[in-house]
């Protein structure tokens, strides 16, 4: 009789001790799971901070492009200045420099100097501008014209504020005088602020005032369509035979790794692979659209089988049985009913995959892209640059204002690849399927 209380509380000592324990460990396991959400939210909060600090500094370094300080000029045409035998040889950037310094109420010396200092703060485009102009109507020699532009990029990164006139006159490309000119101009209203549309109506040009991505975006635009033209139809078929006809064997597998592998090489090597067989053999030529088409369908290649294939395994096999059920062939099977269901992710898989392309650099490096083109290319076999070697060609410039161009560049790369991708998610979105 009285060892039956000592039982009693010994079995809720005990009942009492395991939920204890159990308590302890889920507040052990609640515990585990907060910390590993806040690992996440963190690592998530680190790399929006790299981001927005990427494109914070991406942008303010770049926005200053889109504002150019821009004067007109009132330059009379003197005969006496001008011989129209050889209308190329007269001094038309010294004409418009007199100008101007009549405009300041300013004399030039007896060794031209002055001048010379206007000439500095003014752009090239001016000379032209008198040249085309004679050229066009020899009758306004002895008249006075008018002619307008941007100023020189020294000039123009003064009143941006990236040359300071409290720095040493001997650590500016800017001298006092120069400053106090400039200063002038801008107070008589001579100078004006506005928006720089010559950035996106021009092509490359050795004045940074003068350079724009013009030549480049359509360089860009027909180098992706030979892309798109070769690596798209060309790996959506290989993929359909490889997932729906090709047999198993040793042989398919074999292909399967490659290209799983050939997603995975370095772009450079797809470069050099150009080099020696497009280049060198087939003789394509150097730095034309063509040939950056074909490299880049090279690289292009696997990500689209890879999505191909991918899109078509997600198609139900009920689907295939349906078709077969009511006497469709496998092609039939396949191009009329699989493949059509699987649209929406080759489609999204081909857009990422051509814009993956347009932001490769290396290997159109190796293939001759990083040359000097002033121009817009008119065919796929004329020489051209795109966006991501234009990048590369004004970064490395001596010239401190290609480097807010450099910033503005990549601002329109990446508005290109945005674009891109968000209609990779629209089509996915549009067409897509849940089974």
Not at 18 to 33: D, P, W
Not at 164 to 186: H, I, M, V
Not at 297 to 319: D, E, F, N, Q, Y
Not at 324 to 342: C, D
């Amino acid at each position: 009789m009285t060892d039956l209380p000592l039982t009693t509380t010994t079995a809720s000592d005990r009942a009492r001790d395991i939920r204890a324990a159990v308590e302890s460990r889920l507040k052990i396991r609640h515990a585990s799971e907060r910390r590993f959400k806040l690992y996440g939210q963190l690592a998530i909060a680190i790399a929006l901070g790299f981001l927005v600090l990427l494109l914070g500094r991406i942008v303010t370094q770049g926005a200053s492009t889109f504002v150019v300080h821009s004067i007109s000029v009132q330059v009379p045409l003197d005969p006496a200045r001008i011989d129209q035998t050889e209308l190329e040889g007269v001094n038309y950037d010294l004409m418009v420099a007199d100008a101007v310094l009549a405009k300041l109420g300013e004399k030039d010396d007896d060794y031209g100097s002055k001048s010379e200092a206007i000439k500095d703060l003014m752009s090239p485009d001016f000379g032209f501008q008198l040249l085309n102009m004679i050229k066009a109507d020899a009758s306004l020699i002895g008249k006075t014209v008018t002619v307008s532009g941007p100023l020189r990029a020294n000039a123009d990164l003064y009143f941006k504020g990236e040359i300071k006139r409290a720095s040493p006159e001997e650590e500016r490309t800017l001298t006092n005088q120069q400053l106090d000119w400039l200063d002038a101009l801008k107070s008589s209203g001579v100078v004006t602020t506005g928006f720089n549309s010559g950035f996106f109506t021009k092509s490359d040009s050795t004045e940074p005032e003068q350079a724009g991505v013009l030549g480049a975006v359509v360089g860009s635009a027909m180098m992706l369509l030979v892309t798109a033209f070769l690596a798209v139809p060309i790996g959506v078929m290989a993929a359909v035979y490889l997932e729906e006809f090709a047999p198993k064997n040793r042989w398919t597998d074999v292909i399967e790794v490659n290209i799983n592998n050939l997603a995975a090489v370095p772009s450079i090597v797809y470069g050099l692979l150009g080099l020696g067989l497009f280049i060198n053999t087939l003789g394509v030529p150097r730095s034309s659209p063509l040939l950056g088409g074909l490299v880049l369908a090279l690289m292009a290649l696997p990500t689209v089988i890879i999505a191909t294939r991918s899109s078509l395994k997600a198609v139900p096999p009920s689907i295939r049985e349906a078709a077969f059920g009511v006497g469709a062939s496998r092609t039939q099977a396949v191009f009329h009913h699989v493949l059509p269901l699987a649209m929406p992710g080759v489609m999204t898989g081909s857009i990422l995959a051509l814009a993956h392309a347009l932001g490769e650099t290396a290997p159109l490096l190796m293939i001759g892209m990083v040359s000097f083109v002033p121009g817009v290319p008119t065919g796929f076999d004329q020489a051209a640059t795109v966006l991501p070697v234009q990048v590369f060609i004004w970064e490395n410039a001596s010239e401190r204002a290609f480097h807010e161009r450099t910033a503005a560049a990549i601002m329109v790369l990446l508005v290109f690849m945005i674009l891109m991708n968000a209609v990779a998610i629209i089509v996915r979105r549009r067409f897509e399927r849940r089974w």
